[in-house]
């Protein structure tokens, strides 16, 4: 069965501060991992997905996650934190697009002026 | 952009009311899935759904729920009798067949409060 473990309900960084968000996920098979955010009152938005080609991957509003399989680790990074990163991220891994996302329980993130 | 979307955003129901869950998947998609999110708890899967029919189904999608695509643009999720524990976000998803590695696109959900 797979699972995806995140860090820390909730961090808070300053603005301009690099965000670091963790994500370790078990799996049985080669995983397929995706961050998606979600802002207040809105869905579930994609971030970015590793489906076994790069190991560092980058995604939309200048975030990047590398896959670390010797880590088991999937962590969500930016060098910069705006005001406008606050919201819910969630990890989540799968067997291939096909199968059922299992996701993390959430990291709430909070950038202070 | 095209996107999920997802009626009602909030249902208040009695506990063994029935409710149904509207959802909208984009135009083209054609694997449709159901997930919910119970206050401060993961998200889980209940439902996938293709080609007219459950390609899967969770542990939670117990006989108290049903899905249907009545036409060609609603995707629906029925509870035939609410219990308390149904309180939960319930997100739509949807996806194309474009190839294994295709995105889940989520709908903003709908927040189904039972009393």
């Known amino acids: 069965a797979q699972s995806v473990t995140q860090l820390g309900s909730h961090v808070s960084v300053s603005e301009g501060a690099l965000v670091l968000l963790r994500c370790n996920y078990s799996s049985s098979v080669p995983p397929y991992l995706f961050w998606y955010v979600q802002y207040p009152n809105q869905g579930l938005q994609l971030l970015l997905k590793?489906?076994?080609?790069?190991?560092l991957v980058k995604g939309i509003n200048g975030f990047e996650a590398e896959f670390k399989k010797s880590e088991t680790s999937f962590h969500l990074t930016k060098p910069s934190a705006h005001m406008s990163d606050a919201a819910e991220y969630f990890c989540?891994?799968?067997?291939?697009?096909?199968?059922?996302?299992?996701f993390g329980k959430g990291t709430r993130l909070s950038v202070i002026a | 952009e095209p996107e999920v979307t997802q009626t009602p955003s909030h249902q208040v129901t009695q506990m063994g009311q029935e409710v149904i869950l509207r959802c909208v998947p984009i135009s083209n998609h054609l694997y449709f899935y159901w997930y919910r999110q119970i206050l401060g708890q993961k998200v889980e899967f209940l439902v996938s759904?293709?080609?007219?029919?459950?390609?899967?189904k969770s542990e939670i999608f117990d006989d108290q729920f049903s899905v249907e695509r009545p036409d060609g643009s609603n995707f629906t999720l029925k509870i035939r009798s609410t219990k308390l524990e149904d309180s939960a976000m319930y997100f739509c998803a949807s996806r194309t067949r474009e190839g294994s590695t295709d995105t889940q696109y989520f709908g903003p959900g709908t927040r189904l409060t039972v009393l």
């Open positions: 590793y489906t076994s080609a790069a190991t």
């Open positions: 759904f293709y080609n007219n029919e459950i390609s899967e």
């Open positions: 989540a891994v799968s067997n291939s697009g096909n199968t059922p996302l299992v």
